[in-house]
Each structure stands twice: as structure tokens, then as C-alpha cells.
């Protein structure tokens, strides 16, 4: 009974107004302008997965950490098939094997994290390959099925971490972040955050959000995430409807990488640590969770 009146407390707030709910911490529902895609940019740069495997001119893995927060980044757990890309989360109780690849700088940096027993999952970047400055970012995905992790579209370059009271030189832009699905019993789990980061990651780190908000069923289905990236603010959109703006610290003047990720909750390669709102790992081993991307696209104003 308790559940039901707070779910229609909660459906009753989120209805009144977008604002409303965001002043008690709750989602809300994209209520802004209308992106108006087609008369206002053209498509320069695209990933639509239609291969069979990660197209390497355009994209990275990013296993230089190895270790990443909860769990694991490592090349085997992303895939590309029937038009997607999948990043996979799954338990390895032995851990999963160095790539080759990888056997050279490790050797150069033998003080590099290796892997263990413990999650693992996966990040494509577009560093060394592909920048974009200003524009419209976009991704068309459905959200991976788990507490304690969460799936990302985001952007970067070097300069992020340059402490000088600016978002100017660089600007870490989260078009989304997944991390609410322990919130599904009382109805709010359908939600994504978006929000900033600059001046690195540790005294001097500044940064903004636009709270979350509401996605269509995004579990189980497709929704587009994107961001306008202009001269003077981000405007953030769910399915082409804005959700909320932002420009603290003044907009990157950078061109930036664009990163798909899933994190582990937690630290040190053990997950399980509420450290960042997800909820503890509800995944057991032999579960798997799986973020598709259909594409991802950049266009420039026309
Ligand atoms: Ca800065
Ligand atoms: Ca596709």
C-alpha cells in the first residue's frame, strides 16, 4: 500500500511540472524545445555498427586503466553484430587474459594495474581518431539491466584535467549516464543524468548537472540521447526534446573524443562499494547485463 501511494505521489509531481520534481531530487519529464535536427545541422561523422567487429578507424578500446573503479575494462567484453554495438557485463571469478596486444606496454609499465577475478565490461573511445567541436552529439541505445554499474555516452579531450577556474580548455560532457535502475520499484528507474565536469578530478574539480530525467522505457528500449554543443552552452536532449542547459565554467573551446562506457560501482577492482548511486552489484556470476548502441552520430550546424 505504502509502495503504491508513494509511485502515484511521485507520478502526480512529475506531471504538475518539469520542475517541480527536480526540486525534491525526482525525474522529470523532457518538456523543451524540439531539436529541429534536419534545418539546423547535417550529419559529418557516424558510427552505425553495421560491420562485424569494432571499426578500428574509427574507434579505441580504452584498457589503459584496466581497472576501472567496481570492475574491469577489457576488449573481449565489447562486440559488434546485427547492426550494434554491445559492451557486455559479466563476472569472471579468474579474471580474463592480457591481450596480446597489450603485452609491449606492459612491459614499458610494469606498474600497471593487471586484470583479476571480478566484473568485467567495457569502453570504445574516438581519441586518436576522430575530435568533433561544437554541434550535435548523439547515440540511440538501450540500457544495460543492472544495481551497481551504469552505461555512458560521453565526451573528453587532455585538457579536462587543466586546473584554471574554466571549462574553456576542456570540459568532460556526460550526454548521458544510466545509474538509476535501483529505482525501479517505485517507478523512477526510467531515468538519466546528464552533466559536466572540468578543472580535473580533484581539489580544484568543478562541475554542474541537470539532474535526471525521464527516458521511454529505456531498459528494454531504444531512446536517443544527444547533446548541442554551441559557442556559449549545452543543451541537453532526450528523443530530440530538450532537457535542461548548461554552461559553468564557459563551454569547451576544445575539440573533444566521444566515449561509450559501462562502470562498475565501486573501487579498486571490487564492486559493491555505493559509491555512486547505483545501488549495490545485483548481478550474480553468470548474469549479464548489455548496453546496445545502435549508432552514434555527429553532425555541424548548417
Ligand atoms: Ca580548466
Ligand atoms: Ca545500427
Redesign the pocket.
Given at each position: 500500500m505504502l509502495v503504491k501511494f508513494i509511485r502515484f505521489f511521485v507520478a502526480i509531481l512529475m506531471m504538475i511540472s518539469p520542475t517541480i520534481p527536480h526540486t525534491f531530487g525526482l525525474p522529470a519529464i523532457p518538456k523543451g524545445q524540439n531539436l529541429d535536427l534536419e534545418s539546423r545541422f547535417e550529419l559529418v561523422w557516424s558510427?552505425?555498427?553495421?560491420g562485424t567487429e569494432l571499426d578500428r578507424t574509427k574507434w579505441q578500446y580504452n584498457w589503459w586503466e584496466l581497472q576501472r573503479k567496481g570492475g574491469f575494462w577489457h576488449e573481449d567484453m565489447v562486440d559488434v553484430k546485427d547492426?550494434?554495438?554491445v559492451i557486455t557485463t559479466a563476472y569472471f571469478e579468474g579474471g580474463l587474459p592480457v591481450p596480446e596486444a597489450y603485452h609491449d606496454y606492459f612491459e614499458k609499465h610494469p606498474t600497471t594495474k593487471g586484470y583479476k577475478g571480478g566484473w568485467y565490461t567495457g569502453c570504445v573511445e574516438t581519441r586518436h581518431h576522430y575530435e568533433g567541436l561544437y554541434g550535435y552529439y548523439e547515440c540511440?541505445a538501450i540500457l544495460p539491466k543492472s544495481t551497481g554499474m551504469w552505461s555512458a555516452f560521453w565526451m573528453m579531450n587532455d585538457g579536462v584535467s587543466n586546473v584554471d577556474g574554466s571549462g574553456k580548455d576542456g570540459t568532460e560532457v556526460d550526454v548521458f549516464e544510466s545509474m538509476y535502475y535501483k529505482d525501479m520499484w517505485w517507478g523512477a528507474g526510467d531515468a538519466v543524468v546528464s552533466g559536466i565536469h572540468y578543472d580535473g578530478y580533484g581539489e580544484g574539480h568543478q562541475g554542474d548537472s541537470i539532474g535526471k530525467w525521464f527516458a521511454n522505457n529505456p531498459y528494454e528500449e531504444y531512446n536517443t540521447y544527444g547533446v548541442e554543443w554551441s559557442p556559449t552552452e549545452y543543451i541537453f536532449y532526450i528523443n530530440g526534446v530538450e532537457t535542461g542547459r548548461l554552461s559553468k565554467g564557459g563551454v569547451s573551446q576544445n575539440p573533444e573524443y566521444l566515449i561509450l562506457s559501462c562502470e562498475v560501482a565501486g573501487a579498486n577492482g571490487v564492486a559493491d562499494a555505493d559509491r555512486h548511486g547505483t545501488g549495490k552489484m545485483s548481478m550474480k556470476p553468470g548474469d549479464t547485463a548489455e548496453f546496445i548502441?545502435?549508432?552514434v552520430r555527429v553532425y555541424q550546424y548548417k
Open positions: 558510427d552505425e555498427f553495421d547492426g550494434k554495438l540511440r548502441v545502435d549508432y
